[in-house]
């Protein structure tokens, strides 16, 4: 029996709730301008998409996806945010496709969530999770992050922000020992016996020993964290289910200071860290 049955129908009703209220209180968002916001290459860049919650349901699949009305504002934010979610419905139609004229015991499922989760002249950070459910014993968690840079209209990617591997050793080596003793905590909390409790911390080690290897792939989902004077005072490190740990164990994060980060920031993008005192 799966365990997401009941999230998506409670998601979209939140959602739908959420959607009149928005309408009701909120004026709409102004018509993106024709003319492409400074930065933005003049030729080959398709128009931005204007974001917009998404309700469908029907005896096949069930689909909601919410998206916070600020994101408009960033036309190649909302592009990029735009081909995620494409993408991730993309998936869940070619899953539903595969029944032809059948259908699932249970609809398919979508929910996806996007929340903007810092806002400051100099960057914009963007937060999506969810899952998709097509078939098994549980969804597949989705889970992103988006950081945005509005002065240089792109995103902000690992490999620009730390360009060398030597860096990525030091990071990756900070965030391993904060899963270490978090897994430690854990088994001490649960009195495991002996025997249980060295199995369990053996297990849980070498997962987060393989989802933190030296590969800048498994350090790409971050998000910052801002001060009041707007600047990154650290980087919160996002790992889904299965990386580094099991499924049940959910999305876990590990916050880097930036005085930890700095020394192997990019110098284009140490301005925009908090500098130790």
């Known amino acids: 029996m799966r365990s997401v049955s009941k999230f998506p129908l409670l998601f979209l009703l939140a959602l739908a709730l959420g959607a009149c209220k928005r309408e009701a209180d909120t004026p709409a968002a102004p018509a993106q301008p024709d003319t492409a916001p400074a930065g933005t290459p003049a ?74 989760v810092a806002e400051t002249p100099e960057l914009v950070a963007v937060a999506a999770d969810g899952s998709r459910y097509t078939g098994g014993a549980h969804g ?76 800048v792939d498994n350090f790409s989902q971050f998000q910052p964290i801002v001060g009041a004077d707007g600047k990154i005072t650290a980087l919160r490190f996002v790992f889904p289910p299965y990386q580094v740990g099991p499924y049940a164990d959910g999305t876990q994060t590990v916050d880097v200071p930036a005085v930890i980060l700095l020394p192997h920031v990019a110098p284009e993008y140490t301005g925009l860290f908090a500098k130790s005192s």
């Open 43 to 116: 030729t080959g860049t398709a128009a931005a998409p204007e974001l917009k919650d998404v309700i469908e349901t029907n005896d096949a699949y069930v689909v909601g996806i919410s998206y916070p009305p600020t994101l408009n504002k960033y036309p190649g934010l909302a592009q990029a945010v735009a081909a995620y979610s494409d993408a991730a419905r993309a998936e869940l139609m070619q899953a539903v496709a595969g029944f032809g004229n059948d259908k699932p015991s249970a609809p398919y499922e979508l929910s996806l969530s996007f929340e903007q």
């Open 140 to 215: 597949e968690p989705l889970v992103a992050r988006f950081v945005w840079l509005p002065l240089q209209n792109k995103l902000l990617t690992a490999n620009e922000l730390v360009p060398k591997v030597e860096g990525w050793a030091v990071i990756g080596a900070y965030i391993r020992e904060q899963l270490h003793t978090s897994v430690s905590v854990r088994a001490d909390a649960d009195e495991l016996p002996p025997e249980e409790r060295l199995q369990f911390v053996r297990s849980a080690d070498k997962m987060i020993d393989e989802g933190t290897e030296l590969d």
